[in-house]
């Protein structure tokens, strides 16, 4: 089998709690963050990711992957093996979610990632649980030449304005924010983030207009509008990013619609967890109509959305 993955030498991610993770989908972390990003890729958890990398060993937490490259999608392993090498051991992508703070509870998502999930789901608790404080970063290495922002809500505390402002060489950096288009940019945000080599903001929408707003409870159509209008105005690159689940698969067709309408960049991915709302879990019926929906949307990874449908027919 092959396991090799470029990012065990070149990337990490850090989330709430100071834990360090070798990419955004794996589910255990591998490491705690004392502050200091030189070290990360040095720890004896990512030496032995690496090892048995190289060995072609499967490695747990990296099935989604796997999952995809046998349904046919070029999976985020290949990417990574695509824009980076292991000929050393050097941070060059940085991913980071500062804490769950976030003003959506958007299907399929949790306190993890949501501090308005935490506050749903826990009910006259303490507020300070809600939010989970990753250490300040004192310095930023050299060799870092892409960070992108994940979170809860990048957009709602000033944590990536302070992370952007110590960096040194911003002209090699690229910046990308995971972001729900639910907050405009300030000015001198704007002015900062223009100092940087690249600047793409992925905006998650999950359907049109009522649809969307309805499965990202919380959001709200015209602030997203307003604040595509604002990246356009200033020539940030962006593109709109749907994940595809049981409470909005019929709306695809509207979604596809409306991207054609302001020709905007477009992609797509099946949630899987939680459970019940994996498309795999769709009645027959409704798996069926999936498919012939498919057929009049222009939409990427169609044929990977099919083949999961239909892989899981037998199961």
Request: with cysteine; hydrophobic share 35%.
């Amino acid at each position: 089998m092959n396991s090799y993955c470029a990012a065990f030498w070149k990337h990490t991610n850090l989330r709430g709690d100071n834990r360090i993770f070798p990419c955004c989908r794996f589910k255990e972390p591998v490491g705690k963050f004392n502050g200091d990003l030189n070290n990360v890729l040095n720890l004896p958890e990512y030496q032995n990711l690496r090892e048995m990398s190289f060995k072609g060993i499967p490695i747990k937490g990296c099935e989604k992957c796997y999952y995809e490259e046998s349904l046919g999608k070029q999976s985020l392993r290949q990417r990574f093996n695509s824009e980076y090498t292991s000929d050393t051991v050097a941070l060059e992508y940085f991913e980071v979610g500062f804490d769950n703070i976030c003003n959506l509870t958007c299907d399929g998502c949790f306190d993890e990632f949501s501090s308005s999930w935490a506050e749903k789901n826990n009910p006259g608790q303490p507020k300070k649980i809600y939010i989970t404080a990753t250490t300040e970063i004192e310095t930023i290495p050299p060799t870092v030449n892409k960070v992108l922002f994940l979170g809860g809500e990048p957009l709602m505390t000033n944590r990536h304005i302070r992370f952007l402002q110590k960096i040194v060489n911003k002209q090699n950096v690229s910046v990308t924010y995971n972001t729900n288009g639910t907050f405009l940019l300030s000015a001198d945000t704007i002015n900062l983030l223009k100092q940087f080599k690249l600047v793409e903001f992925i905006v998650s929408v999950d359907g049109y207009k009522e649809v969307n707003d309805r499965v990202r409870s919380g959001s709200n159509w015209k602030s997203i509008e307003d604040f595509l209008n604002q990246l356009t105005v200033n020539s940030f690159k962006f593109s709109i990013h749907t994940t595809i689940h049981t409470n909005n698969w019929f709306d695809l067709s509207n979604v596809s619609s409306w991207i054609k309408e302001h020709s905007y960049p477009w992609t797509t991915n099946i949630l899987t967890y939680p459970p019940r709302l994996d498309i795999k879990n769709l009645s027959i019926d409704d798996k069926n109509a999936m498919i012939e929906h498919l057929n009049f949307v222009d939409i990427d990874n169609k044929q990977y959305i099919i083949n999961h449908l239909k892989e899981t027919e037998h199961e």
